[in-house]
């Protein structure tokens, strides 16, 4: 049984048989490891050289709460003492919470992804004193980890020299991963360029249950954020229908909690319906801010609802008193008789329901599928839909009023059991770049919707990172919990906090935030930056060097944070008539042009900032007593190849100066700040943008 720990007094200390070093730490996942008999360590600059001066072998284990293979791993080979007891005498053991150390994480994963062929977590790696690897893997079974441990104990003091020279050209090997010849070529993005990438990526697509072909199946929200975006402008129906099938796939399936709202991390089958259950915040944020978009260009109201439902769910589960947002939801929850199990807080058994929803059973089996497509295994269900609620009420001969008022009265109900059952563990951390995301899916609802709570919900998050996670040096922190922040902030931090700041700019014309992302771009720019590939490295400079100085360009569940920051400067490259930024990010996303050709779904972010070149991009600036109606107006609509900058008094940002006139109101259409005759109404700038 894995137990977290939040409190280390010496009463606590005294229910456990074992206690090791993790006690001391904030991180749930570490926590949960905190009483093995093996003498884990955390990851710091001690620990590291403790191993090279014992001249030990490093065991790097990494994970994090909310995986279930982690959990699998610790009850059979890190709570066995004989087990422990081969690690203790051999290793420096260290566990890494890889949400928290997404730097090791990302170092180590490329290891093993060269050394096998595969990645994933739990991720367990064996290194060299000096903290090169020379073994790795996932998920090991008892056995095989005993065999592993002992073998390479021997071999490393027989012939320790193999083991270096086999480092020495790993290390070679991660370090090309990651390279990045600067293109010297002039940048040329062409619409050939992007179809021709999105016709070879459509030849994956799953035209049955949408996605990519094939399972397990993951989100990906950037892909269809860029796939959206691409299918409006190019005015192409066919991928557009292919991005809807997958946005409603998703809505309708088990991966999507029907009872309570919000996403797992991914489907282990091809029709979205069995998770594995973890529900991660950086997922959760993403999806509200695609679904929010799909609504505006769709008008459609699944889309809606799911944004709302979503939203609900974080409102409930993910977010602490002082407004910040948690990690995630376990995968595993405890049952009835207290052994933790896959799911069990969300799934049932067909016997379960026919007690609980005692009245319309048989309705209810046809809505959520209690029948040979919902079953899973064990005699266990995930609800799943296969239409949407006007077919299926019209199939039914019901009104769609009628429909929801028993689809309220089945989730009551099946909520009044659960509040029985053992909520999945909370990893109450939080992250400041999964945060940022978060608040840009707020800021995105609000655009949407116009509903005021999920400004001020955004407001409350974006206003406790500046006052606690931000140094007054401009330095952010990756981490916050119980009022610590231990870990130095990677580009991910800075580069999601800037484009949510840019974003709150945008919608409330307050400049403060725009001034705050600029103050992130500049601090990255002096620490952050390579002058030789003009990319980020992932890392500060200021911190501790790894095996690999990491440059983060592949889009991946997350878009990359260079993907990202390119976006940034680019923006206030318009905002504040800084050009120099503009020349920066078109040579980041000229550097990496040669990468996407046959891997667009890996660069997808790149590609949507393709656009802004390819198409035409326009500042829309709206200016007086009126600009917050205009600008609600005008985000019914889907525009995203547009900049928003608004006031109702007069400014001196570059988009915005000499253009307040007092008991007017006026819309600008402008490109690269050469601007149309203004106009008065919605109508007139929308036809401005779409000619």
């Known amino acids: 049984m894995c137990i977290i720990i939040f409190s280390c007094n010496n009463s606590t200390k005294n229910q456990h048989e074992f206690t090791n070093d993790l006690v001391k730490e904030t991180s749930p996942y570490l926590l949960q490891h905190a009483h093995n008999p093996v003498n884990w360590k955390a990851w710091n600059d001690t620990t590291l050289a403790e191993a090279k001066k014992d001249k030990k072998l490093i065991i790097i284990s990494i994970g994090y709460a909310a995986c279930h293979w982690c959990h699998v791993m610790e009850k059979e080979s890190f709570e066995d003492s004989l087990v422990a007891k081969t690690m203790n005498k051999n290793f420096v053991n260290i566990k890494v919470d890889r949400e928290e150390r997404p730097d090791v994480d990302k170092v180590y994963m490329k290891a093993v992804q060269l050394m096998t062929g595969n990645g994933g977590w739990p991720l367990n790696v064996i290194a060299l004193p000096d903290g090169r690897p020379i073994w790795g893997g996932t998920y090991f079974t008892k056995k095989q980890w005993q065999k592993v441990l002992v073998q390479i104990t021997e071999n490393y003091k027989n012939k320790p020299e193999s083991f270096y020279a086999f480092a020495d050209e790993l290390e070679k090997g991660v370090k090309g991963l990651d390279l990045i010849q600067l293109n010297t070529e002039k940048a040329d993005f062409t619409k050939l360029f992007l179809s021709n990438e999105v016709k070879k990526w459509s030849s994956l697509f799953d035209n049955s249950f949408g996605g990519k072909k094939g399972a397990p199946k993951f989100m990906m929200p950037n892909n269809y954020q860029f796939l959206l975006r691409y299918a409006h402008q190019n005015k192409d129906k066919k991928l557009l229908n292919s991005v809807e099938k997958t946005l409603n796939k998703m809505a309708f399936g088990g991966i999507f909690d029907q009872v309570n709202g919000g996403f797992s991390r991914y489907s282990t089958d091809k029709k979205w319906h069995v998770p594995h259950f973890e529900k991660m915040l950086y997922d959760n944020a993403q999806l509200v801010s695609l679904y929010a978009k799909a609504y505006q260009l769709t008008k459609n109201k699944i889309y809606k609802n799911i944004v709302l439902e979503t939203l609900e769910f974080v409102k409930n589960d993910l977010t602490s008193a002082e407004g910040m947002f948690y990690s995630s939801l376990d995968a595993d929850s405890y049952t009835p008789k207290n052994v933790l199990e ?47 609620d006007v077919s299926f009420s019209n199939k039914h001969h019901l009104s769609l009023n009628q429909l929801d008022n028993i689809k309220n009265d089945w989730k009551k109900q099946l909520k009044k059991v659960q509040k029985n059952r053992k909520k999945p563990r909370l990893d109450d951390k939080s992250l400041t770049s999964w945060n940022a995301l978060m608040i840009l899916g707020y ?140 020349e920066k990010a078109t040579a980041m996303l000229n550097n990496i042009k040669p990468k996407i050709t046959d891997n667009a779904s890996y660069y997808a972010n790149w590609l949507d900032f393709m656009m802004n070149y390819t198409d ?69 700038t929308l036809k401005l943008i779409e000619n």
Not at 649 to 673: G, H, Q
Request: charged content about 25%.
């Open 443 to 582: 800021v995105d609802a609000y655009s949407a919707f116009n509903q005021k709570e999920h400004l001020d919900i955004a407001l409350k998050t974006a206003n406790f990172i500046v006052n606690n996670l931000l140094s007054k040096e401009g330095k952010l922190y990756h981490n916050y919990k119980n009022g610590k922040t231990t870990i130095n902030g990677f580009l991910e931090d800075y580069a999601a906090t800037a484009q949510a700041f840019i974003k709150l700019h945008e919608v409330t014309s307050d400049k403060i935030w725009l001034e705050k992302a600029n103050d992130l771009v500049k601090y990255t720019m002096t620490n952050f930056y390579d002058e030789t590939s003009k990319m980020f490295f992932f890392s500060s400079k200021e911190d501790t060097d790894l095996a690999s100085k990491i440059i983060e360009y592949q889009d991946n569940v997350i878009a990359s944070s260079n993907s990202i920051m390119a976006k940034n400067l680019f923006a206030l490259s318009h905002h504040l008539s800084n050009n120099s930024y503009k």
């Open 616 to 684: 035409k991009y326009y500042e829309v600036v709206i200016v007086g007593k009126k600009a917050q109606e205009k600008r609600v107006a005008l985000q019914k609509k889907y525009l995203p190849n547009i900049l928003i900058s608004i006031s109702n008094k007069a400014s001196n940002l570059p988009l915005l100066e000499n253009r307040f006139i007092t008991d007017e109101t006026y819309l600008y259409v402008c490109v690269n700040n050469t601007c149309r005759l203004p106009v008065k109404t919605i109508k007139e």
């Open 342 to 388: 896959e799911g069990a807080y969300y799934t049932w058994t067909k016997e379960e329901l026919k007690s609980i929803i005692t009245t319309n059973f048989d309705l209810f089996s046809k809505y959520y599928n209690i029948n040979d497509f919902g079953y899973w295994e064990d005699d266990k269900y995930v609800l799943i839909k296969t239409i949407d």
